[in-house]
């Protein structure tokens, strides 16, 4: 699987691009190349007056490849797929208090709810295919 890390040099570049406010700088050119073509547009002037940095990082997780094969096979067989399918196999083990870690890493079954023997009982230990 590839790493999200970066190269030396390219960090460098980065870093060299926002102290030098070098976006700022090719905004700023954009602008007054299309206010060249259109003069009577009050957009490019508001824009030329407010250029700020436009990138934000991203905040919200987003789906893993198995997580997507998952809702895709669920939606598939029963019409639709509710996300809290996946919420609970990634919180219910973190959630569970510090004091039995023991006892959790005994019990947890790595490969998880998708597994045939967890999806062959129900919670209480009954079998629920015949």
Do not use: C
Not at 9 to 21: D, H, P, S
Not at 98 to 123: C, I, V, Y
């Amino acid at each position: 699987m590839a790493s999200k890390s970066r190269s030396k040099n390219q960090g460098n570049k980065y870093a060299a691009y926002m102290a030098e406010q070098r976006w700022a700088k090719n905004r700023r050119t954009k602008l007054k190349k299309l206010a060249k073509v259109h003069p009577d547009n009050a957009q490019i002037a508001t824009a030329l007056a407010n250029i700020k940095y436009r990138r934000k990082t991203p905040g919200g997780n987003t789906w893993s490849h198995s997580e997507r094969t998952t809702a895709t096979l669920v939606k598939e067989f029963e019409g639709h797929f509710d996300k809290k399918i996946l919420l609970l196999e990634r919180w219910v083990i973190p959630n569970k208090p510090n004091t039995h870690k023991h006892e959790e890493r005994k019990n947890h079954d790595p490969r998880g709810w998708f597994s045939l023997q967890a999806r062959a009982h129900n919670g209480q230990g009954v079998a629920t295919w015949n």
